[in-house]
T-cell receptor, first 113, second 114 residues
């Protein structure tokens, strides 16, 4: 069965600082992994996804994530935080033969001026 | 394309009332699903459908009913609303194929049950 653990329900950074949001997954088969972002009172928008083509995945708005099989991790990073990055971020896993996405509980990112 | 649309955006119900949350997509996606989002819980799958006439239960199906008579529409019915069903509901769809296809989300319906 697939599952996702996001470490830290709330992360606070200063504007211009590194953003690191942690995600660990469990899957019985090679997974597909996703990061979604949710801005206040909006739906979810895809940031990036891992499809086994490359372990380092670049997404929108300067975010990237690295798939590390040995660590079962898919952490999201951004070199320099911007005020507009303040949102909730969700990591999700999908097993190849299964339509269903399993989400982590989310990490709320706060960016301080 | 309008993408995934949901109506209504907001709804207040009394305990015991029934209602239907509407979801439609115009992308010819075979897979559609309903999630509920609660603080600190992430998104939990309620029901999903892999095509017209085919539905199945997700993680938290109790108190909800679905049907899929067309590719475009996937309504979610609350049979007898309870305060525990106060939540934000999201509908999502994705293209056919068992791969890393992106799920596209609607804007959500915020439901309060008194």
């Amino acid at each position: 069965a697939q599952s996702v653990t996001q470490l830290g329900s709330h992360v606070s950074v200063s504007e211009g600082a590194l953003v690191l949001l942690r995600c660990n997954y469990s899957s019985s088969v090679p997974p597909y992994l996703f990061w979604y972002v949710q801005y206040p009172n909006q739906g979810l928008q895809l940031l990036l996804k891992y499809t086994s083509a490359a372990t380092l995945v670049k997404g929108i708005n300067g975010f990237e994530a690295e798939f590390k099989k040995s660590e079962t991790s898919f952490h999201l990073t951004k070199p320099s935080a911007h005020m507009s990055d303040a949102a909730e971020y969700f990591c999700a896993v999908k097993e190849g033969s299964n339509y269903k996405l399993t989400f982590g509980k989310g990490t709320l990112l706060t960016v301080n001026p | 394309n309008a993408g995934v649309t949901q109506t209504p955006k907001f709804q207040v119900l009394k305990t015991g009332q029934s209602m239907t949350l509407q979801c439609a997509q115009d992308m010819n996606h075979e897979y559609m699903s309903w999630y509920r989002q609660d603080p600190g819980m992430g998104l939990r799958l309620i029901h999903y459908s892999v095509g017209a006439g085919i539905t199945d239960q997700g993680e938290v199906p109790n108190g909800y009913n679905v049907s899929r008579s067309t590719t475009e529409d996937f309504p979610l019915r609350l049979l007898s609303a309870a305060p525990s069903q106060t939540s934000v509901y999201f509908c999502a769809s994705s293209p056919p194929g068992l791969s890393a296809d992106t799920q596209y989300f609607g804007p959500g319906t915020r439901l309060t049950v008194l």
